[in-house]
Antibody
């Protein structure tokens, strides 16, 4: 059973960089045709796709965040990471990592989510 | 940018059929996925590739996708189905979610 677990600081100061890691267990992050995604959800609002990294290392980002987002993978640790620079209060959200798979690239496994608050 | 539009809320009586729509330009040419989210929990995949149910998802969940509208249908709705539902599709290499629909089982 694949499991994903987000980790990282719960509080980040405005203008700084938000950094989160997703640890994958129950399977190798580099096996299979999977996309590894970050998705966020501000309190009381809907889901927003942030970006993804493929097992080959190629990335895609939400155009609205592209200038500030970097997603990377560390296969030796079975982890992938999110860096979001120059954060503002609008970046305060629960951040989820999720595995994407199949023709629809649907998200079949999700982490429990981690709340990141941006303070002024 | 590509957008998916859902009704903010849908109400249904227990045992009745609930339908939640998701509209987007030529959405029928893409695959739609649907996610259920209960308060304080992570989203759960309930449908993928328009009509397919993951293991463990009850048969009362079904879907369709044609033209510009994808529809999630819950037959014989139960109180446990009360949740927020999100549709999702890909516009080229960009993931897009609908705004979500709160399903209330009255």
């Amino acid at each position: 059973q694949v499991q994903l677990q987000e980790s990282g600081p719960g509080l980040v100061k405005a203008s700084q960089t938000l950094s989160l890691t997703c640890t994958v267990s129950g399977g190798s992050i580099s096996s299979g045709s999977y996309y590894w995604n970050w998705i966020r959800q501000p309190a009381g609002k809907g889901l927003e796709w942030v970006g993804r990294i493929y097992t080959s290392g190629s990335t895609n980002y939400n155009p609205s965040l592209k200038s500030r987002v970097t997603i990377s993978v560390d296969t030796s640790k079975n982890q992938f990471s999110l860096n979001l620079s120059s954060v503002t209060a609008a970046d305060t959200a629960v951040y989820y990592c999720a595995r994407g798979v199949g023709a629809a690239r649907h998200f079949d496994y999700w982490g429990q989510g981690t709340l990141v608050t941006v303070s002024s | 940018s590509y957008e998916l539009t859902q009704p903010p809320s849908v109400s249904v009586s227990p045992g009745q059929t609930a339908s939640i729509t998701c509209s987007g330009d030529k959405l029928g040419d893409k695959y739609a996925s649907w996610y259920q989210q209960k308060p304080g929990q992570s989203p759960v995949l309930v449908l993928y590739e328009d009509t397919k149910r993951p293991s463990g998802i009850p048969e009362r969940f079904s879907g369709s996708n044609s033209g510009s509208t994808a529809t999630l249908t819950i037959s014989g709705t139960q109180a446990v189905d009360e949740a927020d539902y999100y549709c999702q599709a890909w516009d080229s290499s960009t993931g897009v979610f609908g705004g979500g629909t709160k399903l209330t089982v009255l």
